[in-house]
């Protein structure tokens, strides 16, 4: 059974920064690709990055490049996310996910994410 617990969340002021992590179980997590999705509050789920599964070609939506950066430690089945120069639009409960941008598993109503809260 396929577990993803993240965690590293809280509250930062604009500009701030934190690192979301992500631990997996139940599967083979260095054979796989994996994301990271948030959901804002009242908005839908939104792809946020993807790695594969050695650890490259990143990608990232517009509204996080060249501020966000996704990694991962096989070795750990630990899925990261840094934020940096967090924005008050990056309020949002973030999720990891078995998957690339198009393929990642749905994310079940009961998963409770980390919640980021920027403000100021």
């Known amino acids: 059974q396929v577990q993803l617990v993240e965690s590293g969340g809280g509250w930062v002021q604009p500009g701030g920064s934190l690192t979301l992590s992500c631990v997996a179980s139940g599967f083979t997590f260095g054979s796989y690709g994996m994301s990271w999705v948030r959901q804002a509050p009242g908005k839908g789920l939104e792809w946020v990055s993807d790695i594969n599964f050695l650890g490259g070609r990143p990608r990232y939506a517009d509204s996080v490049k060249g501020r966000f950066t996704i990694s991962r430690d096989n070795a750990k089945n630990t899925l990261y996310l840094q934020m940096d120069s967090l924005k008050v639009e990056d309020t949002a409960v973030y999720y990891c996910?078995?998957?690339?941008?198009?393929?990642?598993?749905?994310?079940?109503?009961g998963r409770q994410g980390t919640r980021v809260t920027v403000s100021s």
């Open positions: 996910a078995k998957g690339g941008q198009n393929t990642y598993d749905r994310i079940s109503p």
